[in-house]
């Protein structure tokens, strides 16, 4: 029998399991009437409201409530969910660098807030907004469990406001419902919301993130209750046509090019969980740039995409295998291919549909197919490019996905060679992540095909990572058959067996001015199976780094690497070179450092110097960044790489310059004009990207975009070009 003084005890015990499987939540009331957008918080509706309160710290710790305080009220009618939030400050001093829409919330002040609207722990809609009403939207696909998953890309219609007092702010906002995607008849969606005060340098959530996780990780969030079940969600049909007018000269050929384009697209809601998109003719040239990057390796860099038919759902696509060595699906490879003389060129997609989305709670499906042109001078063929997906959830947080990617020629001309016609990839993947989020994983097996070709051709891998407060570790194994290949994919390097890993050591001190420093020592061998397993490639790396309260960080360390050259390989880029030979291997050590600055301050630095071996000769490299904030006006950037590798006669030695300045000007909110400038004696280029933007209606733009491009020795232009794009969004 139990003592009377032990049970008050069992009591307390009891109550603290209970409130610590209980998630926070709160109701958001249905309405009848809409609410105007204003920022101002005086509707008396807004007093009937529950709210979301007692944000947790994130940052200098993440064991107390945070200092200024934040209070988020939700309402809801038949077709907006109405957001009402008050956020406490030091005072006036906001750091808004920018007028322009979709901003990075690291560095200045805003609030995120994320809707896991099919309560997966998966997927998430995230809709953001700063004290000067500039607003934002993102997708989280992979559960937020790294960058790769945040896409900023995505857009989407609703309205929001704020308005600043001594010190707080607030915000209004009004989401139309057809901007989810959720299950008819539901009566709750997870939620979290995280917020940046730069004046209190203090990061801040409703549901504590522990600061080794990434702040927007779906494992980490709360309920919101309907007071009522949601309806289906009648998205309107969407239309966005455009025209654009285009002039442009190519000097190397000696070409003059005018034309008018015209073409657009349609997004069509299937239901409470689908969207196709449709595009006919499409054309990207209002997007970014791509940022030059020196390449000093043997291998093909990837670059992220951009263009926005192809972001929605995009983890159903191009999260299949392992990003760093054998993605099967990498939609760039879309629109683009080489010419005669090995040059990248655009291919012009002709059109295509994109159907991705729920078919119910726990199974999700995607779908592509895109028609590009055929253009016989550069002996490119039409291709059809398609790809199907089906991906399943098991457990918390875990899925089962199925792809099957096929590039097929069209109508097959005569200089396309047979082996050519088509490529065909089939696979699985089980993604894995638990529940906290401390242990995720990915385990695959992909096959190709190609004609005459179905023996073998198999890519396979196995990965998986811990991430405790204290501890963290990694293990990656991938092998990939030397005739696996995949047209639409990004795979690097074949005939590799690669085992990586890595263990990490962090320490969080209790003294105010370091919030956290740690080791971390990394290894990664890489074997030939076509060589009799060869050991090709071998790379060892200590390193140290640090992250201070006062948000500056440093790091440092030494990496010792081995490499047997199977192919010749000339790393300064000049003509008349010569190669570093093939059939020996190289040894050698470098050593790197790195320091941020405070980027809350209105001028902020990086730099990372390094030095040491490279191949049988030396790198000295030292890669730096400035940035100028004259808020909210006026933003300038420079970033600038320098490259000096001292290789023993009878090869060269190189001095490698990537200079790339941008000046952004944000007028107001509606009008926007950027510049980037690019140097790269390495590509033989300065390039010049000068892009003025007017957005007359929601989500409808006019485009003006100067292209520039000139040799670097010579000075010499090789082509030029001026766009102007007019695109306007139409929901019917």
């Known amino acids: 029998m139990l003592k009377p003084y032990v049970m008050p005890f069992m009591a307390l015990f009891a109550c603290c399991l209970f409130s610590q499987s209980s998630p926070k939540q709160f109701t958001v009331r249905l309405i009848d009437r809409p609410i105007e957008i204003d920022g101002v918080l005086d509707e008396v509706v807004w007093e009937t409201a529950e709210s979301a309160h007692d944000f947790q710290q994130n940052f200098p710790t993440d064991s107390i409530l945070a200092q200024q305080k934040t209070d988020i009220k939700m309402l809801y009618d038949s077709k907006n969910l109405y957001l009402a939030i008050k956020l406490n400050t030091k005072g006036k001093n906001y750091v808004v660098p920018s007028l322009r829409r979709d901003f990075r919330a690291g560095g200045n002040d805003n609030i995120s807030l994320l809707f896991d609207t099919f309560n997966d722990g998966t997927n998430a809609f995230l809709f953001g907004i700063n004290p000067y009403g500039v607003r934002r939207e993102a997708l989280i696909t992979g559960g937020g469990a790294n960058l790769r998953g945040f896409t900023t890309s995505w857009d989407v219609k609703w309205r929001g406001e704020s308005k600043i007092y001594d010190d707080y702010y607030t915000a209004e906002i009004a989401i139309p419902l057809t901007s989810f995607k959720f299950r008819e008849g539901e009566t709750k969606w997870r939620f979290n919301s995280y917020r940046f005060d730069m004046q209190s340098n203090e990061r801040s959530t ?3 993130v522990p600061q080794n996780q990434l702040i927007f990780n779906l494992a980490f969030m709360g309920d919101m209750v309907f007071e009522k079940p949601l309806g289906k969600s009648r998205t309107p049909l969407a239309i966005i046509p455009y025209v654009n007018g285009f002039s442009g000269k190519d000097y190397e050929n000696v070409t003059t090019t005018n034309n008018v384009k015209v073409g657009g697209d349609a997004k069509v809601a299937i239901g409470n969980g689908m969207n196709l998109d449709i595009t006919v003719n499409p054309d990207f040239s209002q997007v970014e740039v791509d940022n030059f990057i020196t390449n000093l390796t043997r291998f093909e860099i990837g670059l992220p995409e951009r263009r926005q038919f192809f972001i929605d759902n995009n983890d159903l696509f191009g999260n299949f295998g392992g990003g760093r060595d054998a993605n099967p699906f990498f939609s760039r490879r879309i629109g683009i291919a080489t010419d005669t003389a090995d040059n990248t060129i655009e291919n012009r997609i002709l059109g295509g549909i994109r159907l991705s989305g729920k078919i119910n709670n726990n199974l999700r499906l995607g779908f592509l197919n895109i028609q590009t042109e055929e253009d016989a001078a550069n002996r490119i063929a039409s291709n059809n490019n398609l790809m199907f997906s ?185 003509d008349d070179a010569v190669a570093l030979p093939a059939d020996q291997g190289y040894h050698f050590t470098s050593f790197r450092a790195e320091f941020r600055s405070d980027r809350r301050k209105v001028f902020a630095y990086g730099v990372e110097p390094s030095i040491g071996g490279f191949f049988n000769g030396n790198r000295y490299s030292i890669e730096t960044f400035g940035s100028l904030r004259l808020q909210p006006k006026f933003n300038l950037r420079l970033n600038v790489r320098y490259d000096h590798i001292e290789l023993p006669n009878p090869h060269s030695s190189a001095d490698i310059w990537l200079i790339s300045p941008r000046f952004d000007v944000t007028f107001n909110k509606a009008v926007f004009w950027s510049t980037l400038i690019q140097y790269s004696n390495q590509r033989d280029n300065l390039g010049f990207n000068s892009r003025l933007q007017w957005r007359f209606a929601p989500l409808s733009d006019l485009f003006l975009v100067y292209n520039d491009n000139y040799f670097v020795n010579t000075f010499m232009p090789r082509n030029r070009s001026i766009n102007l794009k007019l695109t306007y969004w139409l929901n019917i």
């Open 206 to 208: 409703w549901i504590r």
């Open 390 to 574: 089906l991906q399943q959830k098991v457990f918390s947080r875990s899925n089962i996905s199925f792809f099957f990617i096929n590039r097929q020629t069209f109508d097959a001309p005569d200089f396309v060679d047979e082996s050519e016609e088509y490529n065909r990839v089939v696979g699985l993947d089980y993604n894995l992540a638990s529940e906290d989020n401390t242990w995720v994983g990915k385990f695959y097996g992909h096959k190709s095909f190609q004609p005459n070709d179905s023996e073998g051709n198999y890519s396979l891998g196995a990965f998986t990572a811990y991430n405790s407060r204290k501890y963290g570790g990694i293990i990656d194994l991938v092998y990939i058959d030397e005739e696996f290949n995949s047209d639409l994919g990004f795979i690097p390097r074949k005939d590799i067996f690669k085992a990586t890993g890595n263990v990490s050591r962090t320490y969080w001190p209790k003294e105010k001015k370091i919030n956290n420093h740690g080791f971390e020592l990394f290894n990664s061998h890489t074997w030939r199976p076509g060589l009799e397993y060869q050991n090709t490639d071998r790379e060892t790396s200590f390193g140290w780094g640090a992250e201070f309260n006062n948000l500056i960080q440093i790091n440092g360390g030494i990496t010792n690497q081995y490499i047997f050259l199977t192919d010749e390989f000339e790393p300064t880029g000049k």
